[in-house]
T-cell receptor
C-alpha cells in the first residue's frame, strides 16, 4: 500500500501562473482533505472532498483556488494566477470513512512562487 | 486567544528523559488528534482520541474533556523522536470532520 501520494514534491511557479497539486489517496480511502501550512505558521484546513463531491470548502480562499476529486484519478488542488503569498506547503490527507479513522497524510507539495 | 494552545513551544531533552507536551482548547470537540511532523516535513497521525487514554509503544496520549486539556507523553525519549508535535481538534458544532483547528506545534529536540 503506497500511502497517500502527493506530487509534485516541489513546485516553482512565477507570479500569474497556475499551480496544480495532485493527491492520490490511500487505496480504499474515499475521503480527501487539503491543508495549507504557511511559513512559520500552523496548518489550516482548506477543503474536504469525497468522490465527485465537495463536502466542506469553508477554508478555501474565495478567489483563485479550486479543488476537485473526480470519479477516476487523483484529487486536484488548483491555484490560478499565483501570488507570492501562496508560497506554502500543501498537505493532503485521506481516510476511509467518516470519523477520521486511519487518517493518513501525504508528504506535501512545497509551492514556491517567484 | 487561539482556540488550540500548545505548551511548551520548544522543548529540549536529553535522551532517556520522560517528555510531556500539553494542549488546551476552548471549543467543544468531537475528537482530538496528535500529529508528528518530521524535520523533512512529512506528517504522521499519532493518535485520535475523544476520551481517556491511548498508548502506542513509548507514546501515551490522555485527554480530560471537562478540563479541555490533553497531554502527549513520550517515555524513554530518543533522538529520533525529534520532531514538531501538533495538537488538532475537530469541532463538535460547525465544521466537517476534516475541518480541524490546529495548534502551532511543539518543537522537540532530543539530544544524545
Amino acid at each position: 500500500n503506497a500511502g497517500v501520494m502527493q506530487n509534485p514534491r516541489h513546485l516553482v511557479r512565477r507570479r500569474g501562473q497556475e499551480a496544480r497539486l495532485r493527491c492520490s489517496p490511500m487505496k480504499g480511502h474515499s475521503h480527501v482533505y487539503w491543508y495549507r501550512q504557511l511559513p512559520e505558521e500552523g496548518l489550516k484546513f482548506m477543503v474536504y472532498l469525497q468522490k465527485e463531491n465537495i463536502i466542506d470548502e469553508s477554508g478555501m480562499p474565495k478567489e483563485r483556488f479550486s479543488a476537485e476529486f473526480p470519479k477516476e484519478g487523483p484529487s486536484i488542488l488548483r491555484i490560478q494566477q499565483v501570488v507570492r503569498g501562496d508560497s506554502a506547503a500543501y498537505f493532503c490527507a485521506s481516510s476511509p470513512q467518516e470519523a477520521l479513522t486511519d487518517y493518513t497524510f501525504g508528504s506535501g507539495t512545497r509551492l514556491t512562487v517567484v | 486567544k487561539n482556540e488550540v494552545e500548545q505548551s511548551p513551544q520548544n522543548l529540549t531533552a536529553q535522551e532517556g528523559e520522560f517528555i510531556t507536551i500539553n494542549c488546551s482548547y476552548s471549543v467543544g470537540i468531537s475528537a482530538l488528534h496528535w500529529l508528528q511532523q518530521h524535520p523533512g516535513g512529512g506528517i504522521v497521525s499519532l493518535f485520535m482520541l475523544s476520551s481517556g487514554k491511548k498508548k502506542h509503544g513509548r507514546l501515551i496520549a490522555t485527554i480530560n474533556i471537562q478540563e479541555k486539556h490533553s497531554s502527549l507523553h513520550i517515555t524513554a525519549s530518543h533522538p529520533r523522536d525529534s520532531a514538531v508535535y501538533i495538537c488538532a481538534v475537530g469541532q463538535l458544532y460547525g465544521g466537517s470532520q476534516g475541518n480541524l483547528i490546529f495548534g502551532k506545534g511543539t518543537k522537540l529536540s532530543v539530544k544524545p
